[in-house]
């Protein structure tokens, strides 16, 4: 069974930097795609990053230039580096594996003075 298990997220200033990570087990996650998501308050879920198992990348428009994601398989884990944080980046973020079609149980990001 799949499990993935995301860390990393709390309240931060505008303007300040969070990494979060995810932890994946069960899987074998070298081949396999993770997605970073998010949902804030009343809103739909949506794709924030992505990344394949070779390595090829894409993000959102309103996070390029401001957040990377990356990848460990030695470590099963996936990161989300963001920097230069708004007020709008402020939800719930998701570690989600592509290929299991599995989801974290998320970790809240806040981004307020």
């Known amino acids: 069974q799949v499990q993935l298990v995301e860390s990393g997220g709390g309240l931060v200033q505008p303007g300040g930097s969070l990494r979060l990570s995810c932890v994946a087990s069960g899987s074998i996650f070298v081949i396999n795609a993770m997605a970073w998501y998010r949902q804030a308050p009343g809103e739909q879920r949506e794709l924030v990053a992505s990344?394949?198992?070779?390595?090829?990348?894409n993000y959102a428009d309103s996070v390029k230039g401001r957040f990377t994601i990356s990848r460990d398989n030695g470590k099963n884990t996936v990161y989300l580096q963001m920097n230069s944080l708004k007020p709008e980046d402020t939800a719930v973020y998701y570690c989600?594996?592509?290929?299991?079609?599995?989801w974290g149980l998320g970790t809240q990001v806040t981004v307020s003075s």
């Open positions: 989600f594996d592509m290929w299991y079609d599995t």
């Open positions: 990344i394949t198992g070779d390595g090829r990348l």
